[in-house]
């Protein structure tokens, strides 16, 4: 059960009760030991041209990663990266296992708990048959395991794909497959091939499932803006007066790049920037693309800027050899590293940057109201700034969003819960074009009507984020 949480006095998103959290080394103090962690280490980047953070879990799939004005505010944000990565598997999570949404559905009950997958967009035959495609497709009558999330909205109990619910899950770890597996099955392959876009975790569950909420709003956003292919509206550097997202824009500039910051925002009334690095110096790297979501315009600007300054200024380990191939033959775009490689080629300059041109607007003529009409809605409280979130999802037609309470005992032990937000129809992050997951999202194809994309068959261009 969602209940109210006093806000911060400095923060209508963040609990109150959480703000030890984020102290310098508190929990570096408790939580970093290289002998037996849970984590090992933390190091700092030097070559970074500001303070960027990392922190090191066993067995974890990434670093958590931090960028601030200070390395001792990095700090804790990047050891609670490292804990949103801990919330991709199910550690304590109950699963139905392989069962398919048919078999669901004649149940008592059934088609009102589970949410049919063709609603979280669907793979091409030809995706599928792809020797890079890593999923496969998915009917009404594909067994599959699901966890259990409740509706945002009334609270009752829904069914989700475990894959989506969990970015990290593997069949193989399931008790079926085990057993099969045992009999000379080969492995499962993934019905879904997710990322960790919507993975948060926060002070409080409220708190992680507002975040949550952002993230997938600036994922979204970012997707139909980059595949609609029109000119976004631009807000102009004069009119940015916040000191350290004026430092990156100088930072930028300095190796030879020019920061456009797009207004990406679409029907989900969320403030996204799309920061677009161009290269006015040399043709190679031509582009570097990143987005950044927030409460507060200003914090959602910083987001998209610690991002794409840093690939702006970074020394290449890759050259143009590595990424050239994928110019003649887009399915060779697999990994998350090849979207950006691709669009770092001058050959696919005039494709992402087919956004620009719009018209010039203030930073709070974008984003006009905000933060005030937020906070003025929340009253104080993380439950009522999530309820209005959710508000602006349901103004977009996405009314039906499942909570995944992912918080496990090590989230617990130190005053954190994690979440993941599963909404059916939304635009999902997918890395690789044969892993894009765009068919059959008719908000996404209502978008593309009359744009570029609107006259192609998915999966469209591969997109330009990092």
């Given at each position: 059960a969602l209940r109210p949480r006093p806000a911060a006095a400095d923060n209508p998103g963040r609990a109150a009760a959480g703000a030890g959290l984020v102290r310098p080394g508190a929990l570096r103090s408790r939580l970093v030991d290289p002998r037996f962690g849970p984590v090992l280490a933390q190091q700092r980047e030097l070559l970074a041209p500001f303070a960027m953070s990392m922190a090191l879990q066993p067995d974890a799939v990434a670093l958590g990663y931090a960028r601030e004005t200070t390395f001792a505010r990095a700090d804790p944000i990047a050891i609670l990266e490292v804990y949103e990565r801990l919330s991709g598997f199910p550690h304590q999570a109950p699963l139905v296992e392989g069962v398919s949404y048919a078999e669901l559905v004649r149940t008592e009950g059934g088609a009102e708990?589970?949410?049919?997958?063709?609603?979280?967009?669907?793979?091409?035959?030809?995706?599928?048959?792809?020797?890079?495609?890593?999923?496969?497709?998915?009917?009404?009558?594909?067994?599959?395991?699901?966890?259990?999330?409740?509706?945002?909205?009334?609270?009752?109990?829904?069914?989700?794909?475990?894959?989506?619910?969990?970015f990290q899950y593997d069949y193989r770890y399931g008790r079926q497959q085990r057993a099969a597996r045992r009999h000379g099955a080969p492995p499962r392959r993934h019905l879904y091939q997710e990322s960790s876009s919507g993975c948060a975790v926060g002070s409080c569950l409220e708190e992680a499932a507002l975040y949550s909420l952002l993230e997938l709003a600036e994922r979204d956003a970012f997707l139909i803006s980059f595949h609609r292919a029109l000119p976004l509206p631009e807000i102009t550097h004069s009119s940015i007066t916040d000191p350290v997202a004026r430092g990156l824009l100088a930072t930028a500039a300095?190796?030879?790049?020019?920061?456009?910051?797009?207004?990406?925002?679409?029907?989900?009334?969320?403030?996204?920037?799309?920061?677009?690095?161009?290269?006015?110096?040399?043709?190679?790297p031509a582009t570097f693309s990143a987005a950044g979501s927030g409460i507060d315009p200003v914090s959602a600007l910083r987001g998209a800027l610690w991002e794409v300054t840093q690939m702006a200024t970074e020394r290449l380990t890759w050259d143009r050899s590595d990424a050239e191939?994928?110019?003649?033959?887009?399915?060779?775009?697999?990994?998350?590293?090849?979207?950006?490689r691709l669009y770092a080629l001058p050959e696919m300059k005039e494709r992402v940057t087919a956004v620009l041109g719009g018209p010039e607007m203030s930073l709070s003529e974008a984003f006009e109201g905000w933060p005030d009409r937020l906070e003025q809605a929340a009253g104080g409280d993380v439950l009522g700034a999530l309820d209005y979130v959710r508000g602006r999802?349901?103004?977009?037609?996405?009314?039906?969003?499942?909570?995944?309470?992912?918080?496990?005992?090590?989230?617990?032990?130190?005053?954190?819960?994690?979440?993941?937000?599963?909404?059916?129809?939304?635009?999902?992050?997918?890395?690789?074009?044969?892993?894009?997951?765009?068919?059959?999202?008719?908000?996404?194809?209502?978008?593309?009507?009359?744009?570029?994309?609107?006259?192609?068959?998915?999966?469209?261009?591969?997109?330009?984020?990092?």
């Amino acid at each position: 059960a969602l209940r109210p949480r006093p806000a911060a006095a400095d923060n209508p998103g963040r609990a109150a009760a959480g703000a030890g959290l984020v102290r310098p080394g508190a929990l570096r103090s408790r939580l970093v030991d290289p002998r037996f962690g849970p984590v090992l280490a933390q190091q700092r980047e030097l070559l970074a041209p500001f303070a960027m953070s990392m922190a090191l879990q066993p067995d974890a799939v990434a670093l958590g990663y931090a960028r601030e004005t200070t390395f001792a505010r990095a700090d804790p944000i990047a050891i609670l990266e490292v804990y949103e990565r801990l919330s991709g598997f199910p550690h304590q999570a109950p699963l139905v296992e392989g069962v398919s949404y048919a078999e669901l559905v004649r149940t008592e009950g059934g088609a009102e708990v589970a949410i049919r997958p063709a609603e979280f967009g669907e793979y091409t035959e030809e995706q599928a048959a792809r020797p890079t495609a890593r999923i496969e497709r998915v009917t009404d009558d594909t067994p599959m395991d699901w966890a259990w999330g409740h509706d945002l909205a009334d609270g009752r109990p829904r069914l989700v794909p475990a894959e989506l619910a969990f970015f990290q899950y593997d069949y193989r770890y399931g008790r079926q497959q085990r057993a099969a597996r045992r009999h000379g099955a080969p492995p499962r392959r993934h019905l879904y091939q997710e990322s960790s876009s919507g993975c948060a975790v926060g002070s409080c569950l409220e708190e992680a499932a507002l975040y949550s909420l952002l993230e997938l709003a600036e994922r979204d956003a970012f997707l139909i803006s980059f595949h609609r292919a029109l000119p976004l509206p631009e807000i102009t550097h004069s009119s940015i007066t916040d000191p350290v997202a004026r430092g990156l824009l100088a930072t930028a500039a300095s190796r030879g790049f020019r920061v456009h910051l797009l207004r990406a925002t679409q029907d989900i009334d969320l403030p996204v920037v799309w920061a677009m690095a161009v290269n006015t110096r040399a043709p190679f790297p031509a582009t570097f693309s990143a987005a950044g979501s927030g409460i507060d315009p200003v914090s959602a600007l910083r987001g998209a800027l610690w991002e794409v300054t840093q690939m702006a200024t970074e020394r290449l380990t890759w050259d143009r050899s590595d990424a050239e191939p994928m110019l003649a033959d887009p399915w060779l775009v697999d990994e998350m590293d090849d979207h950006l490689r691709l669009y770092a080629l001058p050959e696919m300059k005039e494709r992402v940057t087919a956004v620009l041109g719009g018209p010039e607007m203030s930073l709070s003529e974008a984003f006009e109201g905000w933060p005030d009409r937020l906070e003025q809605a929340a009253g104080g409280d993380v439950l009522g700034a999530l309820d209005y979130v959710r508000g602006r999802y349901a103004d977009a037609g996405l009314d039906r969003i499942v909570l995944v309470d992912s918080t496990t005992r090590d989230h617990a032990d130190i005053g954190l819960a994690a979440a993941r937000a599963v909404v059916p129809g939304i635009v999902p992050m997918c890395f690789g074009q044969a892993q894009q997951r765009v068919a059959g999202l008719p908000r996404l194809e209502a978008a593309l009507v009359g744009t570029p994309s609107g006259k192609l068959s998915p999966p469209y261009d591969p997109h330009a984020f990092p």
